[in-house]
């Protein structure tokens, strides 16, 4: 069992930055794939950027290329997206989600979700 929980986010200015911050509870964190996704009113959440336990594989969205950095720390049980040059339609919920079935960009992949943490990009 996993629990996370989702800081960092709030409302910024178009071009601005933000880090968000997800804190893990569990002893599987460490060897499970983390992933970022967003959700826009009325959508499904979509894939933002994941990293898996070692952090040797990395993906991200190409809508988020070069402008977002996904890490982690597994001593500290905690993951980070790093959000640079930060756009008005990068405006959405943002969760941070972990699954122990391997490398998974969609959803449905994730068996754990963290709350969500507002991010607001004002233009």
């Known amino acids: 069992q996993v629990q996370l929980v989702e800081s960092g986010g709030g409302l910024v200015q178009a071009g601005g930055s933000l880090k968000l911050s997800c804190a893990a509870s569990?002893?599987?964190?460490?060897?499970?794939?983390m992933g970022w996704f967003r959700q826009y009113p009325g959508k499904e959440r979509e894939f933002v950027a994941a990293?898996?336990?070692?952090?040797?594989?990395?993906d991200y969205a190409d809508s988020v290329k070069g402008r977002f950095t996904i890490s982690r720390d597994n001593a500290k049980n905690t993951g980070y997206l790093l959000m640079n040059s930060l756009k008005p339609e990068d405006t959405a919920v943002y969760y941070c989600?972990?699954?122990?079935?391997?490398?998974?960009?969609?959803?449905?992949?994730?068996?754990?979700w963290g709350q969500g943490t507002q991010v607001t990009v004002s233009s």
């Open positions: 569990g002893r599987t964190f460490s060897s499970s794939t």
């Open positions: 989600g972990a699954t122990s079935r391997g490398w998974h960009e969609h959803e449905w992949g994730y068996d754990y």
């Open positions: 990293i898996s336990w070692s952090s040797e594989s990395i």
